[in-house]
């Protein structure tokens, strides 16, 4: 590039060639992807080989710029929204919520106050009003607010459960989670300044639901010490199983007890759009903040998070502070900041892809997504039953199904299915066909599948399940020739 471009510019017909160069690539990976390899790798040689440089002094030709990160850089990545993608937590995404991206991008839109971005925060507002109509919160008290993803949502809302339960002392609160409660709810309540001794987890069930039991008896105890229970989060849909937890009865404890009820439906909530997974999460709606998760089962791209709360002047309350600089800028109460509403100050404009894909699609056709993931995954669980090769180990739910090959008519030790099934998963992994990796369910090496992609049909499933069958005999001949 002009050695003089000091105003980081490129000409017009520069930028439209440069932009439908990209507009290409992206339509072309959409309408190709399932054709591709889902899983990449690299070793940090590997990459460094390929990228490590000095920043350069002097710009180049900007087509050869992209030609070079269209080769290396986007072929370098396993691909999450493919439909053999199993594992984690797919990202299935869509096209309109892409373009969107760039259009919020290229604008460069400040979705942080209202006098800056009156019709984002306007569009935050209404998106936020058709989530809280979803999961049957106040439409006119409740409120929420976008976040980068998951972990930042219940961050958010520890933090507000914190502020208004504990106020300003919180040296004898005592927080509740279940054992398997997601990671990032910890990270959350460590960031917080919680010490070890502050946090509870209650062993679950043997269907993996908080234990009420052990619950009831751990406050009760903590009372008793003079301690302050104050928060307590449930799921409601783990990331290893889908389980549920009993929402109602914990709402219950939670109302009894003054505590506030965060529910994490980081993986599963979307799945109450659809009549089965409203079934499975009745309570939910009487959550005091719920954590929802578009960019998974929304079918968004990164990034997007969500928290939802029950009383908006929570969040408000929480994250109000008045510098003198943005005095002007203030405006009145219906007319929301939602640098007040949660962490960030400076926030990319994250509502506008939930828009246009929701006014694109229509929420019917997100309904029904969904509805077909959660069937998916229990005709897959049908298919293993059915099966010799196959043990269901956790039953499909909430469209993630956990099992694992346990052919019946062999006498394996259990120390040689974890080695046969880590094996088959190393080995589609390695071939590059699927992403399936293990999981430990009872400290058994599981195969787990999260199915909720719509595009991913019953043909990738059983096509895959053949290639893990390859493996599985590979393996077992190998140990048969060892004894
Ligand atoms: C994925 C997930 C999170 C974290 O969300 P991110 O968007 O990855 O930050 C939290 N809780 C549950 C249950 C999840 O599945």
Redesign the pocket.
């Known amino acids: 590039m002009g050695k003089n471009n000091a105003r980081l510019e490129l000409p017009k017909e520069a930028m439209k060639a440069y932009g439908y160069q990209i507009v290409d690539a992206i339509v072309e990976h959409h309408v190709t992807q399932d054709q591709k390899f889902p899983v990449a790798f690299g070793s940090r040689e590997e990459m460094d080989k390929l990228f490590l440089e000095e920043a350069p002094e002097q710009g180049m030709d900007p087509s050869a710029v992209l030609d070079f990160v269209l080769e290396k850089v986007m072929t370098n990545t396993t691909n999450m929204a493919h439909p053999k993608s199993f594992s984690f ?1 797919p990202g299935p995404s869509n096209f309109v919520s892409v373009m969107a991206d760039a259009l919020a991008t290229g604008y460069n839109i400040f979705s942080g106050g209202w006098s800056i971005g009156p019709a984002a925060a306007e569009l935050e507002i209404v998106t936020i009003q058709w989530l809280l109509k979803i999961f049957g919160f106040p439409k006119k008290k409740g409120g929420g607010i976008f976040t980068s ?4 949502a ?1 961050l958010t809302a520890v933090a507000t459960a914190r502020r208004i339960k504990c106020g300003d002392d919180f040296s004898n609160a005592v927080i509740y989670l279940s054992d398997q409660a ?1 990671s ?2 910890i990270k959350a309540i460590r960031v917080l300044g919680f010490k070890k001794e502050q946090i509870r987890i209650i062993p679950t069930d043997s269907e993996l639901k908080f234990s009420l039991n052990k619950l009831k008896n751990c406050i009760a105890k903590d009372r008793l010490e003079g301690l302050h229970p104050f928060c307590l989060i449930a ?1 409601a ?3 290893n199983t889908g389980t549920v937890d009993p929402l109602s009865e914990l709402a219950k404890i939670c109302k009894k007890e003054d505590i506030w009820f965060h529910v ?1 439906g ?2 599963g909530g979307a799945a109450y759009l659809s009549p089965k997974g409203k079934t499975m999460m009745k309570g939910i709606e009487k959550a005091d903040s719920l ?1 929802v ?1 578009p ?2 089962w929304f079918y968004q791209p990164y990034e997007m ?1 969500c928290l939802l709360v029950r009383n908006h002047k929570d969040l408000s309350h929480t994250f109000t502070e008045h510098p003198e600089y943005l005095r002007d800028i203030e405006g009145n109460t219906s007319e929301i900041n939602f640098y007040d509403h949660g962490i960030q100050l400076t926030r990319r404009f994250r509502a506008l892809k939930f828009y246009m894909s929701l006014k694109t699609f229509g929420l019917k056709a997100f309904r029904d997504a969904i509805t077909y993931n959660i069937d998916l995954a229990e005709e897959v669980e049908n298919l293993l039953r059915g099966s010799k090769s196959w043990e269901v180990v956790f039953p499909a739910t909430l469209a993630v199904i956990n099992f694992r090959y346990h052919p019946i008519h062999k006498n394996y030790s259990e120390k040689q299915l974890d080695e046969i099934n880590q094996y088959i998963s190393e080995k589609v992994v390695a071939s590059r066909k699927a992403l399936l990796v293990t999981t430990l369910l009872n400290n058994q090496v599981v195969l787990r599948m999260c199915l909720i992609n719509p595009r991913t049909t019953m043909d990738d499933v059983t096509e895959t399940l053949d290639l893990c069958r390859t493996f599985a005999l590979e393996i077992e001949e190998k140990m048969a020739q060892k004894v």
Do not use: E, F, Q
């Open positions: 937590v993803g998951g972990s930042m219940n997601h990032s709810n799921s849909g783990t990331t994490d980081a993986y954590t998760d960019h998974k998070g």
